[in-house]
C-alpha cells in the first residue's frame, strides 16, 4: 500500500523558513513523481511544486518561485519542500501526493496516493 505522510509544519512570522517532509512507503522510491499541493481556508486545493525522479525535474507555481525548493533523498524515501521568506498568503494545508505508476509524471497529474496533510500557518 502506498502511504505518505507529511510533517513539518507550524506556526511562523512572516519572513520565516519552514522544511516540510513526505516520507512515503509502499513502492520502490525510484520512479514516482511527488507533487506538494496546498490548500487555504475557503479555497480550492491547487498544486505548488512538483518533481520526477526519472530526471530530476522540478515544477513551480509562480507564487512560489524563488521561495520554495523541492528535493528528494532517494535514501530516505523523503521529498522535501524548502520555504523561505514565507508570507501570511502561504498560510494552508500542505498536502504531498504521489504518482508511482509506470510512466509517472508531474505533468500528468494522475495521484496515486495523498498524504493526510500538514498546517502551515503565517503570522504578520
Known amino acids: 500500500e502506498v502511504q505518505l505522510v507529511e510533517s513539518g509544519g507550524d506556526l511562523v512570522q512572516a519572513g520565516g523558513s519552514l522544511r516540510l517532509s513526505c516520507a512515503a512507503s509502499?513502492?520502490?522510491?525510484?520512479?514516482?513523481?511527488i507533487g506538494w499541493f496546498r490548500q487555504a481556508p475557503g479555497k480550492e486545493r491547487k498544486e505548488i511544486s512538483c518533481?520526477?525522479?526519472?530526471?530530476?525535474?522540478?515544477y513551480y507555481v509562480d507564487s512560489v518561485k524563488g521561495r520554495f525548493t523541492i528535493s528528494s533523498d532517494n535514501a530516505k524515501n523523503t521529498v522535501y519542500l524548502q520555504m523561505n521568506n514565507l508570507k501570511p498568503e502561504d498560510t494552508a494545508i500542505y498536502y504531498c501526493?504521489?504518482?508511482?505508476?509506470?510512466?509517472?509524471?508531474?505533468?500528468?497529474?494522475?495521484?496515486?496516493?495523498w498524504g493526510q496533510g500538514t498546517q502551515v500557518t503565517v503570522s504578520s
Open positions: 501526493a504521489g504518482d508511482v505508476s509506470v510512466g509517472s509524471s508531474c505533468r500528468r497529474g494522475a495521484w496515486d496516493a
Open positions: 509502499g513502492f520502490t522510491f525510484d520512479d514516482y513523481a
Open positions: 518533481i520526477n525522479s526519472k530526471d530530476g525535474n522540478t
